[in-house]
């Protein structure tokens, strides 16, 4: 964590400009935290990996929690989904940048049975898609109300 805690902030400032990247000895990026695990998660024949301390950020939802043993195959070693690995992208990515984007492209209720699913609420979608998301939302209840 102490690599980490050394390496974020130069990065950001780079990211600004306030440190010029290609002029600058750019530190190497951290090492895989050492007491670490990585997991892995098989979600409908897709692999993806992660670090088990990135799923323990979120220790309300069904992979940050024990819950999730519920699923590990100890064959194989890893966590097995029968779910959309499409959508599983996303709701990966929430648990590494803290931030639920809703993909455009998909159905909005197939996105919400995810989120129920992996036990996120909705309320997470972040800022930049929470408009568009919310208005699919009530497209889609809309239609299925409607007589
Ligand atoms: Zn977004």
Wanted: with cysteine; hydrophobic share 30%.
């Amino acid at each position: 964590a102490t690599d980490l805690g050394a390496w974020l902030p130069f990065a950001r400032a780079a990211a600004v400009g306030l440190a010029p990247l290609a002029t600058s000895t750019m530190p190497p990026p951290p090492e895989s935290p050492k007491n670490d695990e990585r997991v892995t998660i098989n979600v409908s024949g897709r692999r993806f990996e992660t670090w088990q301390n990135t799923l323990a950020r979120f220790p309300e939802t069904l992979l940050g929690s024990d819950e999730k043993d519920y699923f590990f195959d100890s064959e194989t070693k890893e966590y097995f989904f029968d779910r959309d690995p499409d959508l599983f992208r996303h709701v990966l990515n929430y648990y590494r940048n803290g931030k639920l984007h809703y993909p455009r492209g998909e159905c909005v209720s197939s996105f919400e049975d995810e989120l129920c699913f992996f036990g996120i609420s909705e309320d997470v979608v972040h800022d930049c898609c929470w408009e568009d998301f919310r208005e699919r939302k009530k497209e889609c209840e809309e239609r299925i109300f409607e007589p």
